[in-house]
């Protein structure tokens, strides 16, 4: 583990290291270039998931703090809602989730937050500018304060965790994936990820540059048009470099991020999404979600179709799990998306 990491306040929470596994179908299929898949859909907490990499030391720092109350956001279908849950349970916390109605049928990941008892409120859309808008945010300072006078302890985190302290877990994951390419001989010149509140590839980003890797990461956003988003990602790479005191600068020109696979929308299926994930489970027998890593996958291919990624690259496509929404999604799912 990376020095300045391993100073830091964490609690255990996942099963690591995850899987790194050898996707032959899938590159077959596609005619190359070799795919790794990395298996962070199995890491253990809540089906598994990249959140769990920053809760172990969000949640550790909150722990040493005292808090006893933990208040999360996203939308309806939010995996690092649905994972901040689970943390919070097995470490004897509270936790209310302020989310935003989309897919809010008492299914996918709101099926397990009604297992798990979690204190949801959900919002209109309307009411607010975006999940990580002022106005959510808000929400949740205005019911931090309410349970601050019934004496608990509380403590809000923003929608996906984007705080430094949370993209360190993702610098480790480099070090991680690093070790086990090495040991098996492996030279990656790609790593694909889902940009969608920016921490993950930050934490890549800042990972890759402070161990001099011969890799680019790749971005394939969710949500915000490229330039906001690469912006976004080295603010985050600035700010966790500085908490670890890491001697690292990034700036947006030397951030990848590609805005072509959003659709209409966050959370808004595309028929290119659909069809990456039929064609990631009948190649490979793994299942992608339909909000994350089934649009990421979507952006992979045609970057292959493109000339992109060629037969002659390796290229290890982050799985950053999610795949309880795919329940929620059962209508876009089985039916061609116009």
């Not at 470490?91 to 809010?104: A, E, G, N, Q, T």
């Not at 929608?159 to 302290?165: A, E, N, S, Y």
Request: net charge positive; aromatic share 6%.
């Amino acid at each position: 583990m990376i020095p300045a990491i391993a100073r830091l306040p964490r609690i255990a929470l996942g099963a690591f290291p995850t899987p790194l596994d050898d996707a032959r179908g899938l590159s077959a299929a596609l005619g190359g270039p070799r795919i790794l898949i990395k298996r962070d859909d199995l890491t253990g907490l809540a089906l598994g998931g990249n959140k769990c990499r920053k809760l172990e030391f969000m949640l550790g720092d909150a722990l040493q703090k005292g808090i006893d109350t933990i208040i999360g956001t996203g939308g309806a279908q939010s995996n690092f809602a649905l994972q901040l849950a689970a943390a919070a349970r097995k470490l004897k916390m509270d936790v209310y989730l302020v989310l935003v109605k989309d897919h809010s049928e008492i299914q996918g990941n709101l099926l397990l937050h009604d297992i798990l008892g979690s204190k949801v409120i959900l919002v209109d859309p309307g009411e607010i500018a975006s999940a990580s808008g002022d106005r959510m945010l808000a929400k949740m300072n205005a019911l931090a304060d309410d349970l601050r006078k019934q004496g608990k302890k509380p403590l809000v985190l923003p929608v996906g965790g984007h705080i430094p302290l949370g993209t360190a877990g993702w610098v480790n994951a480099v070090d991680e994936l690093w070790q086990q390419l090495k040991s098996r001989k492996i030279n990656a010149q790609y790593l694909v990820i889902t940009t969608g509140s920016f921490g993950t590839q930050a934490g890549l980003e800042l990972g890759v540059k402070y161990l001099k890797l011969p890799t680019k990461v790749v971005g394939i956003s969710v949500s915000q048009k490229s330039l906001p988003a690469a912006k976004a990602v080295a603010d985050m790479v600035n700010q966790t470099a500085r908490l670890l005191d890491m001697k690292v600068t990034l700036t947006p020109e030397e951030v990848t991020v590609y805005d072509d696979y959003i659709g209409e929308g966050y959370g808004k299926m595309t028929e290119e999404c659909r069809q990456a994930i039929k064609l990631v489970a009948r190649t490979e027998g793994i299942f992608l979600d339909p909000v994350y890593t089934g649009k990421t996958m979507a952006g992979l291919i045609d970057l292959v179709r493109k000339g992109k990624f060629t037969s002659k690259d390796t290229v290890v496509f982050f799985h950053t799990g999610g795949v309880a929404a795919l329940f929620a999604y059962a209508k876009e799912l089985t039916q061609p998306v116009s």
